[in-house]
């Protein structure tokens, strides 16, 4: 690990729900005296990340795109206010998702770039540094995703229907369009299968479908299969 200048810190908040990892990202990075970073926060949750990050307010958060409680999304628009402020906190996702759909979701949201957890610990810091000073920074291949989402002048920026639901519904709607049992669904994502019914009901009610059947067609029209 390079050695980081020593008047030079970035504050940190990990955002991941898996307890393990955090613990690793800390171990790799959190080495202040050599890295130059100090993680003053972890949260496992939408609702955790939220309040851990007001309180704490961060140079750099470190978000994990699926999160219990609606995703990383929801903590973005939550912490819309703090990232407005005048040298306020800046999000960098980091996920095992290389989904487009993810990338582009996260940006939107506020985010000042997107690495997936294959990235090392060195390029980690240097990533946070590069984001604490307003640089954007992505994992090669997923500058692509933003550069055609934004830049395309045949496709509309936004689709206003998916942005209705939550990062949970997204997940769900995608397993369930590429024919996953409840069971098999609420296995994959640790939830019950009631809530996987939950998710599905609401996923209906705000895409005003009828059945499993059209949202599989929904989702295909739109490439999230």
């Known amino acids: 690990m390079t050695e980081a200048a020593p008047d030079r810190t970035a504050r940190v908040v990990l955002v991941d729900d898996h307890r393990m990892f955090r613990t690793g990202v800390r171990a790799e990075i959190g080495r202040t005296e050599t890295t130059g970073i ?17 309180e704490t307010r961060p ?45 582009i979701g996260v940006i939107r949201g506020g985010a000042r770039g997107y690495v997936t957890k294959t990235i090392t610990g060195t390029d980690l810091v240097d990533a946070i540094f590069r984001i604490a ?14 550069l055609d989402a934004f830049a395309a002048t045949d496709t509309p920026p936004v689709d206003e229907d998916l942005d209705r639901l939550t990062q949970r519904e997204r997940e769900v709607l995608r397993l369930i369009a590429r024919g996953y049992a409840y069971k098999e669904i609420a296995k994959q994502l640790f939830i019950s299968v009631k809530t996987v019914e939950s998710h599905v009901s609401a996923v209906l009610r705000k895409l005003q479908l009828s059945n499993r059947h059209e949202l599989t067609r929904w989702a295909t029209a739109r490439r999230l299969v």
């Open 38 to 54: 100090d993680v003053v926060g972890e949260a496992d949750d939408v609702e955790s990340a939220v309040r851990v990050v007001a």
């Open 59 to 103: 140079d750099v958060v470190l978000l994990d795109v699926h999160l219990p409680g609606g995703g990383g999304v929801e903590v973005l628009r939550r912490s819309a206010g703090l990232m407005g402020e005048p040298g306020g906190t800046k999000f960098l996702a980091l996920s095992v998702s290389d989904a487009a759909e993810d990338v």
């Open 133 to 146: 000073d307003g640089d954007a920074v992505f994992s090669p291949r997923l500058a692509g995703f933003v």
